[in-house]
């Protein structure tokens, strides 16, 4: 899978007063999730702040990426784990990272790539896909950059669900029974089956 760097620093200011004055400066406020757990069992966690723009590189991509968190100069492997964004700006305005390690498998969403001419857009079909990304389980190192799907005997008004789907090394975490995509009979071909059958 893809790697990007993302530069980050610690935080010292608290509080949404401290939060509302990064924003203001083009800082986004976060925090890391590490490996090591506290007292309670729980992830230590880490408060940081990241440029927007620097964030930007991570964020307005249609790839997904591993991430070589830089905080104060010390690396870690990372994933983006949530994300909130303004709701009238679409601006991020809060970001949370888990750090990843080669020997502990952790959830993450996959793109979805359809592959092949659909035998039921061959038939005057529509494909349409339903779910961009699919969760999956595995060590960070076995996740692709796609998941590719052969669409090719799919027919006409048939679709493909997640139990139709395996990946060696990957444990799909998507419900099984939802809909990837399938491919839907168009207004045109509906027309033409009608015409068909009032010419019989």
Known sequence: MKE??????????YGKKASRILR???????????VEK????????QSIKISEKELAKLLYTPNVYIVNLVVDGKPVKAILKALQSDFVTDRPVHVDFYQITEDKPVVFEI???????????RAGGKLTLSVRKLAVKAPYTKF???L????????????LKVEALSYEGLEIVTSKEVVVC????TRAARAAAAEAESAE
Do not use: C, H, W
């Open 4 to 13: 990007i760097t993302i530069n980050a620093e610690a935080r010292t200011e």
């Open 24 to 34: 203001r400066n083009g800082l986004v406020p976060a925090v890391f999730y590490g």
């Open 38 to 45: 506290d007292e309670n069992g729980l992830p230590v966690a």
């Open 111 to 121: 793109p979805v790539k359809l592959n092949g001419l659909a035998e039921g857009v």
């Open 144 to 146: 692709p950059d796609t």
């Open 148 to 159: 590719d799907i052969d669409v090719t005997n799919l027919g006409l008004g048939k679709s």
């Open 182 to 185: 399938s491919v839907r009979m």
